[in-house]
């Protein structure tokens, strides 16, 4: 913690770059929350929730190769401030969606607050690299890590209390303000400039995601890691739809006594928050703890990804089947710390193997498959929680089982590693001490 806070303190321009980062994750989870009561009181239909999150992650999909050329070409620090402006305005034209009720306007609305955020993302992680001297990399990185998780956590539980106390209104107008407030914070930045070797860096766009994919395809081990998070985004990309209809239809805050106590009216918000309360702790600290337990080798993590999949597959399981809120929360929590260790270390686990003038044109085809399984998993969800040969529960155990499947598909990917020879590189970090 001592290298976090030192960081903060001599690096003006990174602090800067923090702080409009924390108050704008703090901002995503008043909208998300906010966003999930709205669209509940639209329609009914878990479908509709499905769109919700399509309508997050398909323009990250879509857009994110855009903007990655968009941030090579013109100034980055511009692009993160009239996004983040924009997004204010965005954010605040869901009043007007609470008022008309039109749910075609709530998923146009939530479209173009995304594409911003695809705008904004790539030109981030380029000002990171700029502001940090590369020895620091590291701990920037793990900084910006620790504070999406504390983010969440409290982010959600702030939103739920405001958007079930005083309504998703207010949660909307607050976002707006964070998104101005984070602007201007960025806007203090001072950027050095930095000039690249000739010849190299990303040709930009959907050649990223294509050459990616041209130079994995060569080498099947390394595409079999990039896929892990896509793997595991394919059967938690669902939780984001079942668990709101878990916190609205099955364990809503009104039915506890003290809902009367604290004058709570809407109590699904007010649960979900506290779902995303239990998800922050759990994607924050199950990394910590996994990394502590296996060590940074390249096949622990390998391992630890599939003893990942294991607990997200448990947690999953234990959703669809937990009679209590108080067990629903543990079986979030054990799924949470599955779903961040998968995510903590397949990156780590790619940063290590991948060479580092491959290691932008890797990722950007590594995000893009996880954007889309995420999407179709979010669909899928929707789909089978409508029919009545499934609803909720069947769907969420449903789930469960395919993390099963690839929980043993890791496991034996893990042993065919340690008994087959790889690629030179791989192999000598693969042998390396810790």
Not at 245 to 267: H, K, Q
Not at 347 to 373: K, N
Not at 420 to 432: C, G, K, L, T
């Amino acid at each position: 913690m001592q290298e976090y806070i030192s960081l903060l303190r001599r690096n003006l321009d990174y602090r800067y770059l923090w702080l409009g980062n924390v108050v704008s994750l703090l901002g995503d989870w008043f909208n998300l929350i906010a966003a999930a009561e709205l669209i509940t009181e639209l329609s009914n239909a878990g479908v509709a929730i499905s769109y919700l999150f399509l309508a997050r992650f398909l323009p990250l999909f879509a857009f994110s190769p855009l903007a990655g050329v968009l941030a090579d070409r013109y100034d980055r620090k511009m692009l993160m401030v009239v996004s983040d402006v924009l997004r204010a305005f965005v954010v605040w034209g869901f009043l007007i969606v609470g008022i008309t009720g039109q749910v075609w306007l709530f998923y146009l609305l939530t479209v173009a607050q995304f594409a911003l955020s695809a705008l904004f993302t790539p030109a981030r992680s380029a000002v990171v690299a700029m502001v940090v001297d590369r020895k620091e990399l590291v701990t920037a990185n793990a900084l910006d890590s620790f504070t999406w998780s504390t983010m969440l956590a409290l982010g959600a539980l702030l939103g739920g209390i405001v958007a079930a106390v005083f309504g998703a209104e207010t949660a909307f107008v607050l976002d707006g303000f964070t998104f101005l407030l984070s602007g201007w914070l960025i806007s203090r930045v001072v950027l050095k400039v930095q000039e690249s070797a000739e010849g190299e860096g990303s040709q930009g766009g959907w050649l990223d995601f294509v050459d990616g994919f041209r130079y994995l395809w060569g080498r099947p081990y390394l595409l079999i890691l990039s896929l892990i998070k896509a793997t595991g985004s394919l059967v938690w990309g669902a939780v984001n739809v079942l668990e709101i209809s878990f916190a609205e239809n099955v364990f809503p805050l009104t039915i506890f006594p003290l809902a009367e106590t604290f004058r709570i009216e809407d109590g699904g918000t007010a649960s979900l928050g506290i779902i995303y309360v239990i998800s922050g702790l759990g994607t924050g600290l199950g990394p910590l703890f996994m990394r502590r337990l296996l060590g940074s080798r390249p096949p622990r993590l390998i391992l630890g990804s599939a003893i990942g999949m294991v607990l997200v597959s448990v947690g999953i399981w234990g959703l669809g089947v937990a009679p209590t809120f108080g067990l629903f929360l543990l079986a979030t929590l054990v799924r949470t710390v599955g779903s961040g260790t998968i995510w903590v270390f397949s990156a780590v686990l790619l940063q290590i193997v991948v060479p580092d003038r491959y290691r932008g044109r890797v990722f950007a085809f590594e995000f893009a498959m996880l954007t889309l399984t995420q999407s179709i998993s979010t669909l899928l969800a929707g789909i089978f929680q409508d029919s009545p040969m499934w609803g909720l529960n069947q769907t969420t155990v449903l789930f469960a089982g395919m993390g099963v499947l690839f929980s043993f598909g890791w496991i034996s990917f893990y042993t065919w590693s340690k008994r087959n020879s790889m690629d030179q590189r791989v192999q000598a970090f693969w042998y390396a001490g810790d």
